[in-house]
């Protein structure tokens, strides 16, 4: 075979590389961009801020879904849009529990068994 055929054979070869499930890391992060975008966006529209946003969607890239967020802020100020309300209560704030609260929830050692 040319070396000329052969060049022109490899796009064909590569391409089949998706056909057999090897991962695209460039289609990948693309992907999870539009997806961060696409939550920020409906956070905005759903009147959300930000800061909610990112605590509805821990695994969401924050940058994305900023982008998303101010892009949506921007088209709905220029085109003079309301926000829709949300019907998902917003989050409550999580409790860290301290080592004290840990303590009390863990069992106390039962007295009178022998340790072997």
Do not use: F
């Amino acid at each position: 075979m040319r070396p000329s055929l052969a060049l022109l054979l490899l796009p064909l070869l590569l391409a089949g590389c998706e056909l057999l499930g090897i991962p695209d890391p460039a289609k990948e992060a693309a992907a999870k961009e539009a997806e961060g975008k696409a939550i920020g966006s409906a956070c905005r529209h759903a009147m959300r801020a930000i800061e909610d946003c990112y605590t509805l969607n821990p695994k969401a890239q924050k940058s994305a879904v900023y982008q998303g967020w101010r892009e949506m802020d921007e088209y709905m100020r220029e085109n003079k849009l309301e926000g829709v309300a949300p019907s998902v209560p917003r989050p409550e704030p999580r409790k860290k529990r301290s080592d004290e609260d840990e303590v009390e929830a863990a069992p106390a050692p039962k007295a009178g068994k022998a340790s072997a």
